[in-house]
């Protein structure tokens, strides 16, 4: 696919641990991409908000994105990409940092930073987090049902999906169906999570 960064595009920009994706983050990217000419997904390197480091590496856990990009509709696969900007830097991933290197390559692109409930709650704890609202829009992923947050909102009927239980279920017999065939396909391949 050929990226048409730098030429005005709408870029909706979709972080997370995905630690593994999994079908609630495709379903989720699949309402997204409909609203964007682009869609970047971006696997954080380190994330310095979560007390459990990611099982997968940096690199694994960007494969799987990867991955899961063949098993979604062929028109949604055209404007998705994954990025790998914050698994190749060494350290904590700051949004900051990232919308900052992406806004010097990118200056003509508007940039639309897409949150869940929870990091939407805690934002004022990132780091500057009013620079980072000059440098792109605010859109949250809202689940039905949760408290309102400051920010523009949508409500997509979220699959209630936890990476955690995943992992567990691989842990215990080897697979899950709450993943992309492309993803299982990967883990078993590589043993990820005590999968064979």
Request: contains cysteine; glycine residues 6%.
């Amino acid at each position: 696919m050929s990226l048409k960064f730098n030429s005005g595009n709408s870029i909706g920009l979709l972080g997370g641990t995905f630690d593994p994706i999994h079908l609630g983050h495709l379903h989720v990217i699949n309402q997204l991409a409909k609203k964007f000419d682009q869609l970047a997904l971006i696997p954080t390197g380190e994330p310095w908000m979560k007390p459990d480091k990611p099982i997968a590496s940096p690199k694994e856990r960007l494969e799987m994105c990867e991955a899961a990009l063949d098993d979604l509709p062929e028109e949604i696969q055209e404007k998705v990409f994954v990025l790998d900007i914050e698994v190749k830097k060494s350290g904590p991933s700051y949004t900051f940092d990232t919308l900052q290197s992406l806004r010097a390559f990118f200056p003509r692109d508007s940039f639309t930073l897409i949150l869940g409930t929870d990091a939407a709650a805690s934002f004022s704890k990132w780091k500057r987090p009013d620079d980072i609202k000059k440098m792109a829009e605010i859109l949250v992923v809202k689940r039905p049902g949760s408290k309102a947050s400051d920010f523009k909102e949508l409500e997509i009927q979220a699959l209630e999906i936890s990476s955690t239980k995943i992992r567990e279920e691989f842990k215990v017999k080897g697979s899950s169906e709450l993943i992309s065939k492309s993803v299982t396909k990967y883990i078993k391949k590589n043993g990820l999570y005590g999968g064979k």
